[in-house]
C-alpha cells in the first residue's frame, strides 16, 4: 500500500577508487578482465526478457589487441525492430502505472549493484571493448553512471513534488504522465555510463525504449543489461537490440506510437534523424520529443597572466585523455604569445613521456583508438597536416595498428586560426595551438567564438578577474559546459550538467531534472469543490 509521501535518499557523488598497487579493487579488477578474457561471450539481444540469437554473429573487437577473441553479438534485422516495438507497447500500461517509487527503486539498486558486485565487470567489460585505462573506466561505467542513477531518482522526486497553486473552492494538480508511445534510444561507443543513462532515464520516468548501442560498445551493454534484470526491471521496459541504424529507423522514425528520440553521437547523424522525423511528422500522435547531445570542437584558451603549468597540463589530460575521444576533449587551443614558450617546454616534456599501449598495464596514460575506422579517420587527418603549409608538427604524429590501434598524442601548431584542425571534430588525440599577441586577447576571443559550428565545452584558464569576466561575457554561447581554470572535460552528474548548445545539441542537460523533464508529458487536474449552479455572472444584476 502507498499511503506516504516517500523521500528519495539524498544523493551522493560516488567516491572514484584508486586502483594503486596493493589495493583489493586492482586484484579485483585484473582477476575479472583474466576471467572475461577466458571466458568467450555469445551476446543475444534482449526483447520482451527474451534473449535473442542470430545466425548472424559479429565479432566483438578489443581495440588494443587484434588477437585478443572477446566473442560475438548477433545482430538483429527489420524483424527485431518489429518485436522491440510490441515489447515496449506490451509493456508499458504495467510499468507506468507502477508506483514510482518502485521505479525509483529498481534503479537505485541498480546503482547499489554497480557499486558493488558488478563494479569491477563493469569496468573490465569497459577496459577491454573500449579500451579505457583504468580511471577513464572507473569514473565512467562505474562513478558516472552510479550518480546518473542515483541523482535522476532524486530529480525526479523533485519534478514530482512541482504542484501549481489552488485558490478557493479547488484543488489544482498537476501529473507527470511519461510519453504517449516508445522512446528509442541512441548511444555512442565512448562513455558507458552515457549509454546506461540514455535508457535509463527515460524509464525512470514511466516510460519503455528500444535502445540500439553502437556496436563497439555492445560488450558493456551486456553487463549494463544484467545489472537492469538483477535490478529487478520487468521484462519489456528496456529492449536492447543490436540492428544496423538506418535498418531500426527506417521502422521505428514510420511508427505512430514514436513518442521520442533520446540520441548522443555524431552532429550528422543527429541531423539526419531530425529531418527523418520532420518527413514523418504527420504519421505520429504526438509530436515527438528530440533530445540529442552531438559533436564537438572543444577549445582552451590561455590569457597571459594563465600559469603556464596549469594549462600545460590541462592540454595533456584534456586533449588526451582516453585517446581525445571524449566529446568534450579540447581540440583547439589559442595561447598568450608571452606563456606560450613555458607551456611549450612542460608540453613536450610531459608528452614525451606518454606511455600509449594495453589498459591492463596500469602506467599506460593512453590506449588505443576505438576502431579500424576512427584509425584510419584520424590518421588520414595527420598524414594531410603533415603536409599542410599551414601547420607545424610539435610532437607525436606516430601511429601503429599491428597489434591494436594506437596512435601517439600529436599536437600541431597553426599560424592559420581558420585551419581545419581548428575547425573539425576528428575525435582522437589530435590537437592544434594558435599563438595569439597577448594585445589581441579579446579578437582572439572572438575568433573562438566563430570558428566552429559546434557550442560543446570550453575553458579559459586566467588569473587576472577581468580577463575572466571578459571570456565569460564574449563567449557565453560558445559552450554549454564552461570552464574557468580547469581543463573542459570530466563533468560530474549534480555538479556540472553536461549538454551544448549550437550544432552540439539540444542542451537538455544529461543528469539533471531538465532531461527527465523531456521524457514527460504534464497533465494539469483542476477539481472544483463549488460547481457554478447558474451562468449569470454578478456585473449582470
Ligand atoms: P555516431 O554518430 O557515429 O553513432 C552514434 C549512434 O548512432 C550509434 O549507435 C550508431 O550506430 C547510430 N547511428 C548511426 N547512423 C544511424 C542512422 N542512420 N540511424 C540510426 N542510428 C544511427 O557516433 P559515435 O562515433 O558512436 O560517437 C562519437 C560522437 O558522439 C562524436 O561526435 C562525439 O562528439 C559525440 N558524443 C557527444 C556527447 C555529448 O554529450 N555531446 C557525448 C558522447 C559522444
Same mark, same amino acid.
Given at each position: 500500500?502507498?499511503?506516504?509521501?516517500?523521500?528519495?535518499?539524498?544523493?551522493?557523488?560516488? #567516491?572514484?577508487? @584508486?586502483?594503486?598497487?596493493?589495493?583489493?579493487?586492482?586484484?579485483?579488477?585484473?582477476?575479472?578482465?583474466?576471467?572475461?578474457?577466458?571466458?568467450?561471450?555469445?551476446?543475444?539481444?534482449?526483447?520482451?526478457?527474451?534473449?535473442?540469437?542470430?545466425?548472424?554473429?559479429?565479432?566483438?573487437?578489443?581495440?588494443?589487441n587484434?588477437?585478443?577473441?572477446l566473442?560475438?553479438?548477433?545482430e538483429?534485422?527489420?524483424?527485431?525492430?518489429?518485436?522491440?516495438?510490441?515489447?515496449?507497447?506490451?509493456?508499458?500500461q504495467?510499468?507506468?502505472?507502477?508506483?514510482?517509487? !518502485?521505479?525509483?527503486?529498481i534503479? $537505485?539498486?541498480?546503482?547499489?549493484?554497480?557499486?558493488?558486485?558488478?563494479?569491477?565487470?563493469?569496468?573490465?567489460?569497459?577496459?577491454?571493448?573500449?579500451?579505457?585505462?583504468?580511471?577513464?573506466?572507473? &569514473?565512467?561505467?562505474?562513478?558516472? %553512471?552510479?550518480?546518473?542513477l542515483?541523482?535522476?531518482?532524486? *530529480?525526479?522526486?523533485?519534478?514530482?513534488?512541482?504542484?501549481?497553486?489552488? !485558490? @478557493?473552492?479547488?484543488?489544482?494538480?498537476?501529473?507527470?504522465?511519461?510519453?504517449?508511445?516508445?522512446i528509442?534510444?541512441?548511444?555512442?561507443?565512448?562513455?558507458t555510463?552515457?549509454?546506461?543513462?540514455?535508457?535509463?532515464?527515460?524509464?525512470?520516468?514511466?516510460?519503455?525504449? +528500444?535502445?540500439?548501442?553502437? *556496436?563497439?560498445?555492445?560488450?558493456?551493454a551486456?553487463?549494463?543489461?544484467?545489472?537492469?534484470? =538483477?535490478?529487478?526491471?520487468?521484462?519489456?521496459?528496456?529492449?536492447?537490440?543490436y540492428?544496423?541504424?538506418?535498418?531500426?529507423?527506417?521502422?521505428?522514425?514510420?511508427?505512430?506510437?514514436?513518442?521520442?528520440?533520446?540520441?548522443?553521437?555524431?552532429?550528422?547523424?543527429?541531423?539526419?534523424?531530425w529531418?527523418?522525423?520532420?518527413?514523418?511528422?504527420?504519421?505520429?500522435?504526438? *509530436?515527438?520529443?528530440? &533530445?540529442?547531445e552531438?559533436g564537438g570542437?572543444?577549445?582552451i584558451?590561455?590569457?597571459?597572466?594563465?600559469? /603556464? +603549468?596549469?594549462? !600545460?597540463? !590541462?592540454?595533456?589530460?584534456?586533449?588526451?585523455?582516453?585517446?581525445?575521444?571524449?566529446?568534450?576533449? #579540447?581540440s583547439?587551443?589559442?595561447?598568450?604569445?608571452?606563456?606560450?614558450?613555458?607551456?611549450?617546454?612542460?608540453?613536450?616534456?610531459? +608528452?614525451?613521456s606518454?606511455?600509449?599501449? @594495453?589498459?591492463?598495464?596500469?602506467?599506460n596514460?593512453?590506449?588505443? &583508438?576505438i576502431d =579500424?575506422?576512427?584509425?584510419?579517420?584520424?590518421?588520414?587527418?595527420?598524414?594531410?597536416?603533415?603536409k599542410?603549409?599551414?601547420?607545424?608538427?610539435?610532437?607525436?604524429?606516430?601511429?601503429?595498428?599491428?597489434?591494436?590501434?594506437?596512435?601517439?598524442?600529436?599536437? %600541431?601548431?597553426?599560424?592559420?586560426?581558420?585551419?581545419? $584542425?581548428?575547425?573539425?571534430?576528428?575525435?582522437?588525440?589530435?590537437?592544434? +595551438?594558435?599563438v595569439?599577441?597577448?594585445?589581441?586577447?579579446?579578437?582572439?576571443?572572438? $575568433?573562438?567564438?566563430?570558428?566552429? /559550428? *559546434?557550442?560543446?565545452?570550453?575553458?579559459?584558464?586566467?588569473?587576472?578577474?577581468?580577463?575572466?569576466?571578459t571570456?565569460?561575457?564574449?563567449?557565453?554561447?560558445?559552450?554549454?559546459?564552461?570552464?574557468?581554470?580547469?581543463?573542459?572535460?570530466?563533468?560530474?552528474?549534480?555538479?556540472?550538467?553536461?549538454?551544448g548548445?549550437?550544432a552540439s545539441?539540444?542542451?537538455?542537460?544529461?543528469?539533471s531534472?531538465?532531461?527527465? $523533464?523531456?521524457?514527460v508529458?504534464?497533465?494539469?487536474?483542476?477539481? &472544483?469543490?463549488?460547481? #457554478?449552479?447558474?451562468?449569470?455572472?454578478?456585473f449582470?444584476?
Open positions: 500500500m502507498s499511503n506516504a509521501f516517500f523521500e528519495v535518499p539524498v544523493p551522493i557523488n560516488e #567516491p572514484i577508487k @584508486d586502483y594503486i598497487d596493493g589495493s583489493q579493487e586492482k586484484k579485483e579488477l585484473l582477476d575479472t578482465i583474466s576471467s572475461m578474457k577466458k571466458n568467450i561471450v555469445d551476446i543475444p539481444m534482449i526483447i520482451g526478457g527474451e534473449e535473442i540469437r542470430t545466425r548472424n554473429k559479429i565479432n566483438i573487437q578489443c581495440p588494443h587484434h588477437h585478443l577473441n566473442g560475438t553479438f548477433s538483429g534485422d527489420s524483424t527485431h525492430v518489429n518485436m522491440a516495438i510490441d515489447a515496449a507497447s506490451k509493456a508499458k504495467e510499468w507506468s502505472s507502477m508506483p514510482w517509487q !518502485s521505479r525509483a527503486s534503479f $537505485l539498486k541498480a546503482a547499489e549493484l554497480i557499486a558493488g558486485p558488478y563494479r569491477s565487470k563493469i569496468n573490465a567489460s569497459t577496459m577491454l571493448g573500449q579500451s579505457k585505462n583504468v580511471f577513464q573506466a572507473e &569514473v565512467d561505467a562505474a562513478c558516472e %553512471f552510479i550518480d546518473f542515483n541523482f535522476n531518482a532524486s *530529480y525526479m522526486e523533485d519534478i514530482y513534488k512541482n504542484q501549481p497553486e489552488s !485558490s @478557493d473552492g479547488m484543488w489544482n494538480r498537476m501529473e507527470y504522465r511519461p510519453l504517449e508511445g516508445f528509442f534510444a541512441i548511444s555512442p561507443f565512448n562513455f555510463s552515457i549509454a546506461g543513462n540514455l535508457c535509463a532515464s527515460p524509464a525512470l520516468m514511466g516510460n519503455t525504449i +528500444i535502445w540500439k548501442p553502437a *556496436y563497439p560498445q555492445v560488450y558493456s551486456n553487463i549494463i543489461m544484467e545489472v537492469f534484470k =538483477e535490478a529487478g526491471l520487468p521484462d519489456g521496459v528496456i529492449n536492447i537490440i540492428v544496423d541504424g538506418p535498418v531500426a529507423g527506417d521502422i521505428i522514425f514510420k511508427h505512430e506510437d514514436f513518442a521520442g528520440l533520446h540520441f548522443t553521437g555524431s552532429t550528422a547523424v543527429f541531423k539526419n534523424l529531418k527523418e522525423i520532420g518527413n514523418n511528422i504527420n504519421k505520429y500522435k504526438s *509530436y515527438p520529443r528530440v &533530445v540529442g552531438t570542437k572543444d577549445f584558451v590561455a590569457h597571459k597572466s594563465a600559469n /603556464p +603549468i596549469e594549462v !600545460s597540463t !590541462s592540454i595533456v589530460r584534456g586533449c588526451f585523455e582516453f585517446q581525445g575521444q571524449k566529446c568534450s576533449a #579540447p583547439r587551443v589559442y595561447i598568450a604569445n608571452s606563456i606560450w614558450k613555458d607551456v611549450k617546454s612542460k608540453l613536450v616534456n610531459d +608528452i614525451n606518454i606511455k600509449v599501449g @594495453d589498459p591492463e598495464d596500469f602506467s596514460f593512453m590506449n588505443a &583508438v =579500424e575506422r576512427a584509425f584510419k579517420k584520424i590518421t588520414s587527418y595527420i598524414d594531410a597536416a603533415k599542410d603549409k599551414d601547420l607545424e608538427l610539435l610532437v607525436g604524429g606516430t601511429y601503429d595498428d599491428s597489434k591494436g590501434y594506437f596512435i601517439e598524442p600529436t599536437v %600541431f601548431i597553426t599560424k592559420n586560426p581558420n585551419n581545419r $584542425l581548428m575547425e573539425e571534430e576528428i575525435f582522437g588525440p589530435v590537437t592544434c +595551438i594558435y595569439y599577441n597577448d594585445k589581441d586577447f579579446e579578437e582572439t576571443l572572438k $575568433l573562438v567564438d566563430k570558428t566552429s /559550428p *559546434y557550442a560543446l565545452t570550453g575553458a579559459v584558464f586566467a588569473k587576472e578577474q577581468v580577463a575572466i569576466d571570456a565569460s561575457k564574449l563567449l557565453e554561447y560558445s559552450a554549454g559546459n564552461f570552464y574557468i581554470n580547469d581543463k573542459p572535460t570530466g563533468a560530474v552528474v549534480g555538479q556540472q550538467p553536461f549538454g548548445g549550437r545539441g539540444t542542451n537538455d542537460k544529461a543528469g531534472y531538465l532531461n527527465l $523533464l523531456r521524457w508529458s504534464p497533465r494539469t487536474i483542476k477539481e &472544483v469543490y463549488n460547481t #457554478p449552479k447558474d451562468y449569470r455572472y454578478p449582470m444584476d
